[in-house]
């Protein structure tokens, strides 16, 4: 299986900054299609996870724009522009590369 | 607006065979891809099958002899089957449906789009 690595697993943040989570995948995601198979998740406290960016880069329906994924290959980054109180949880990296699909350990998010 | 709901027991002993149902509201399950992922107590996500609109399945191997999803079109459910319980697959278990998006130039992914709230399944002796 391909093991998904999240960075860091406790984020501290200022409502206002930027903040990035990095994803690392054990083999590559990119597909000869140019895209990169991966997936960010947050799961916020006492919810059910609700997705964020797919195929990498790509935002959801209803995703706010300072949400914003990067990275190629094995290596991605999620960033968000400027954090608002809305956006505490746990955050997850989701590899569809390859079955099965599975999951970085998640970022645990919340203001300083 | 669709809804995801998971119905069944929350307790069960070891060797005990775990029936879980997931109520679609507002949508068909003749749509769509359709899952089950659980969540052990402070560990990562864990996927468990899929199953399409016309019955085809796909298994994690590490659950698959263990595990059977189906679909009944008639009541708009889809269900997990988990024999052979242990107290390692003590977890939240989710269903969820696959949005199917289609990206130039005809590229067809899928990601889980919708969740249902998860229920807790304890197994203990």
């Known amino acids: 299986d391909i093991v998904m690595t999240q960075s860091p697993l406790s984020l501290p943040v200022t409502p206002g900054e930027p903040a990035s989570i990095s994803c690392r995948s054990s083999?590559?995601?990119?597909?000869?299609?140019?895209?990169?198979?991966l997936d960010w998740y947050l799961q916020r406290p006492g919810q059910s996870p609700q997705v964020l960016i797919y195929?990498?880069?790509i935002r959801a329906s209803g995703v706010p724009d300072r949400f914003s994924g990067s990275g190629s290959g094995t290596d991605f980054t999620l960033r968000i522009s400027r954090v608002e109180a809305e956006d505490v949880g746990v955050y997850y990296c989701m590899q569809a590369q390859q079955a099965p699909r599975t999951f970085g350990q998640g970022t645990k998010v919340e203001i300083k | 607006q669709v809804q995801l709901q998971e119905s069944g027991p929350g307790l069960f002993k070891p060797s005990e065979t775990l029936t879980l149902t997931c109520t679609v509201f507002s949508g068909s399950v003749t749509t769509h891809y359709w899952s089950w992922l659980r969540q052990p107590p402070g560990d990562r996500l864990e996927w468990i099958a899929y199953?399409?609109?016309?019955?085809?399945?796909n298994y994690n191997p590490s659950l698959k002899s263990r595990t059977t999803i189906s679909l009944d079109t008639s009541k708009n459910q889809f269900s997990l089957r988990l024999n052979s319980m242990t107290a390692t697959d003590t977890a939240m278990y989710y269903c969820?449906?696959?949005?199917?998006?289609?990206?130039?130039?005809?590229?067809?992914?899928?990601?889980?789009?919708?969740w249902g709230p998860g229920t807790l399944v304890t197994v203990s002796s």
């Open positions: 195929l990498g880069s």
């Open positions: 969820a449906r696959l949005f199917r998006a289609v990206q130039p130039p005809a590229i067809t992914y899928h990601y889980f789009d919708l």
């Open positions: 083999q590559s995601l990119l597909r000869t299609n140019g895209y990169n198979y």
């Open positions: 199953i399409d609109h016309s019955g085809d399945t």
